[in-house]
């Protein structure tokens, strides 16, 4: 299948990422209440994008590593189709959080940071987990991390394992063709799109290099 695209909402403040929101939604798959706007304006910008954008995909990206139960609860019922928890979380905070999205026909996505080991990966998929985001960091990317060979077998593994696998680390159009031999299900941008300074094409470049690899 085709990538799909997402944009990363990391505003700080609610009216700066609906301005972000009312430029790009119809141009983008899936759209994210970022780790950075939720700590900054709670999880009530969730239901805001959903009311918003109620026809796409909305993910609440809360890295959770603990409290599964109340934060998915809190994330679904607000609207969120999908909803993130950190690799280094307890595989209890996985399963309590999954059951959580189950019951709203939703699906957790592992968050796919720092350590973690394809042994944990066969746990999630064992625990019908069936989505993870490959991720580098944004603070790893200032560092200079780029994105080695090392990570594309890490992706291909799983996918392997049949995980569905998003990317997401300051990825830009330029930066699409370098996952053209992955199963990407979903290509994550946050600044590449709404620090544009003309982010509906910014999309449309994202598409046309996504249309160029992928059938
Ligand atoms: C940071 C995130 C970001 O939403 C994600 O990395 C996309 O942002 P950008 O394209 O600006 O790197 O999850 O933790």
Aim: net charge neutral; aromatic share 8%; with cysteine.
């Amino acid at each position: 299948m085709k990538p799909l695209l997402q944009i990363a909402l990391d505003h700080t403040d609610l009216v700066s990422a609906l301005d972000t929101v009312h430029r790009v939604k119809d141009y983008v798959d899936v759209v994210e209440c970022g780790t950075i706007l939720c700590f900054c304006e709670g999880i009530k910008t969730v239901s805001v994008i959903k009311t918003l954008c109620p026809e796409k995909i909305v993910v609440c990206d809360l890295k959770c590593c603990d409290a599964g139960e109340i934060l998915a609860k809190q994330a679904f019922s607000a609207g969120a189709k999908w909803m993130t928890v950190v690799c280094a979380a307890p595989l209890a905070t996985m399963i309590t959080t999954k059951k959580i999205a189950d019951s709203y026909q939703g699906e957790i996505q592992i968050e796919l940071f720092g350590n973690w080991t394809f042994e944990d990966a066969k746990e999630w998929v064992k625990n019908g987990i069936t989505q993870a985001i490959y991720h580098r960091g944004r603070d790893a990317q200032a560092a200079g991390q780029g994105w080695s060979q090392s990570d594309l077998d890490k992706m291909k593994r799983l996918s392997d394992l049949g995980i569905g696998l998003s990317v997401t680390g300051g990825i830009t159009p330029e930066s699409i063709s370098t996952f053209k031999d992955i199963n990407v299900k979903v290509f994550i941008a946050g600044r590449a799109l709404s620090a544009a300074a003309d982010p509906k094409k910014a999309a449309t470049q994202f598409r046309e290099q996504i249309d160029k690899y992928w059938d």
